[in-house]
């Protein structure tokens, strides 16, 4: 696999945190569920993306 200029961790966190929480599907969120809710749910995509981003590494 030729090398690029972004670890493919990183990438993975980038892919797995956008996917999880874009502007649209906060927004659509934010006009259903309490704050304490929407702020578990964008932490908990957080850390799952970080979480996923340290495993790539270890992994490949």
């Keep these: 696999m030729p090398t690029s200029c972004a670890a493919l961790g990183a ?3 980038l892919i797995i945190g956008g996917g999880g929480t874009s502007i649209p599907e906060i927004t659509l ?5 309490r704050t304490r809710l929407l702020v ?3 932490a ?3 850390m799952v993306a970080v979480t996923a ?4 590494e270890l992994i490949f």
């Design 11 to 13: 990438v993975m966190a």
């Design 29 to 33: 969120l934010a006009s259903i569920f």
């Design 40 to 42: 578990a749910f964008v």
């Design 44 to 46: 908990t995509i957080f």
């Design 53 to 56: 981003g340290y495993m790539f």
